[in-house]
């Protein structure tokens, strides 16, 4: 459609809903589907919304959130694989005046991570962490990671994840709740609107504990892979809702705020 | 004269269908087209039932959409 | 400069690299390097914007790093060799992303957790790699506490010009022994050159990104070459060494750090017997000082190597010297320190 | 001078390390080149405790020395360990309070001073390292009694212990007149 013609079809209308700022044009690289785009837009809206667009630093390890540099138009550092908070730390602890955010998957918060995601919540870090709880790892071809459901199927658990094997998938955010140090800890979903105006409210709620000063607050959000999960995009979203949100419950589990 | 507007960015649009999903007007569909990425994009196909509720543009994994929405009267 | 003060190499170290404007500290604690770490959370809140950390491991100090350096701020972490092992992911990350950083490794003896004496296992680890892919440190080996303030303070401006990580290569003997120091007066960090490259907060330019990663092969490559240019630069200007009697000695004697200085014993014991052993002494360990080598080993007929290792320098003096002369290796390692008699037997047998 | 060499040897606790370094205080504040190196890492805990300390005018080479100027023994592992390496005319200062019987080094002078016995006249146990080093300061002249003096003073002013200047000053000198 032609922008006049845009224009003519619109008149008397406002945008109720728009690419935010700090997005750049740059089409996401994520399969169809993926909730990364969802979650990515949110923490973009909010950025919008708070005015902290100019000094904040986001920080976004391997795995599908390898490229996150590229459509935030934000400083962005890209770590190794599992040192996102202990990066965000470090960049905190440098500049205290910046807002810091950690972008992490299951296997980069949950696995290789654990030690540095551990002690950046214990220590009541000031930053903001946002773990994309996907339970498995999706960029390297659909893994088990630490997440990953009991009996669900993966590239590495082709009988399904047995716990007398693995064990049983880890609860980072239930774990971190019995630390002293964090201020918030939540867990939200993206499937549907109303699920997605909560998370929304969430990583508002998150960063404002950073920007107040208040501490460590995580976000774990619940998300899909349709592609690794062998599901269409809108079957993925079912079986969060029916599957994953029984073993990974929603809603605050922590907050001191 | 429909209460909302959706307009699809035709090339950004991978045909996940969770628009088509979450609008409760039925307004979206597959165009049955590819765009140049060789997706299905979605279509506007019943625009007059458009009520500007935004629920295709927040669900959109690749920020694809843009709403508007008929300003109320006297506001 | 200040007055002397008598110090221990760990303290002396952590000193000076406060006084260079070091701002940020994060590290893990271990022999025989504790005493930098100690230093470092006494007075590192007493400077304005100082921060200390004791990090949860040597793996989330290095990336505290890592993302501290991001913003363009001063930034050290210390170990010693089992925890500089931790760091080497870190390391070459750090290079890859071109972040100015300082690196300091007290050595100890290796391999695995082996033991807590003074030892220079990690030569190879230093100056050949240690992290994946190619890259290079600048690497600065100190032969005593007060050499060991100077080319700290001086790592940190070595790393803003080339945005490099620089490692401070010294031993637990180094770091434990206390000699006098003359301290450079302390520089005041806001008043450096910015770093335009820093993420910072956009605050109105492009946005700045820190990264290693480049997908595509032409893309890396590319990086891959910038790096070599910026390597083969500092080699040019940046090459160190000292030297003691190097005119027609009978031997010369390359060693480094520690060794070093015992051998200026060596040298002086050897005197009293009729025998003249020049010195020379790496100081940057990379850039190697190979054709300042090649050039004295024309008129030489011997230049003996002597470690705190299986013989890992002496690779790079082969390099050097080729068959311009003898290159025989005398070393003792397990943390075992070669004593001034010991090194003289060693030169006997080849004069 | 000539470098000059000291190894200080004991028990944990006995002060070994605090005597070394007054060594190399007070010869840098005399101008001297020092260096001062302590064994270090498991053996100090609860273990026997050694340092080296020396003097020079000349810049110093090694820290570690085979063959020690002199060397103060504060109990008998340490004169096991190190009695025999010093070196030919050197000094060692040994305690006769807990070394009962001592070999003869040859060329080597020994010279007991009953540093627990002097340091109980003072009322401190913790004093018996200053007794050595005032013992040690006319054995072997390398250093004054009145530069041990003023590097012990420093010493514990810096680290906050200058309230127990006069009785280490006290312990110097006793020490110095014992070894008479």
Redesign the interface.
Known sequence: MSKEALAEDTAGMEKVFDRPKSLNNQQFSYCPGCHHGVINRLIAETIDELGIQDNTVGTAPVGCSVFLYKWFDIDVIQPAHGRVSAVATGVKRARPDLNVFAYQGDGDFASIGTNNSTHAANRGDNITVFFINNTLYGMTGGEMSPTTLLNQKTTTTPKGRKAKDFGPPIKMSEMLSALDGPTYITRQAVYDVKRIDQTKKAIKKAFRIQTEGKGYALVEILSACPINWGMDPVKANERIKEEVENVYPLGDILDRS | MPR??V?VHE??C?????CI??CPQGVLSFSGDFNSSG?DYVTVDNPEDCV?C??????????A???????KEGV | MGEKKLMRGNEAIAEAAIRAGCRNYFAYPITPQAELLQWMANHMPEVENGTFLQAESEVGAISMVYGAASTGERTMTSSSSPGISLKQEGISYLAGSELPSVIVNIMRGGPGLGNIQPAQGDYFQSTKGGGHGDYQLIVLAPSTVPEAAELTFESFDLADKYRIPVMVLADGMIGQMMEPVELPSPIDPSNLPDKPWATTGTNGRDPNVIRSFALGAENLKSINLDLQEKYEKIRKREIRFEEIGVEDPDILLVAFGTVARIARTARRLGKKEGIDIGIFRPITLWPFPDERLAELSESLDTVLTVEMNAGQMVEDVRLSVKSRAQTPFYGEQGGVVPTPSEILEEVKHHV | MEEYSTIVSGFGGQGVILTGKIIARSGMEEGLEVTWLPSYGPEMRGGTANCTAIISSKLIGSPVVNNPSSLIAFNEPSLDKFGASVREGGVIVLNSSLIEDHPEYGPTRVVPVSFNEIARQLENQKVINMVALGAWSHATEALSLEALQKGMKLTLEESGKGKFVEVNEKALEKGYAAAD
Do not use: H, I, N
Request: positive net charge.
């Open positions: 909302g507007k307009s090339e950004r991978k045909g996940c269908g969770l999903e979450a997706y500007g935004g629920f295709c543009g927040k669900v959109c994994p690749d920020v959409l843009t709403v508007y929405k008929k300003q």
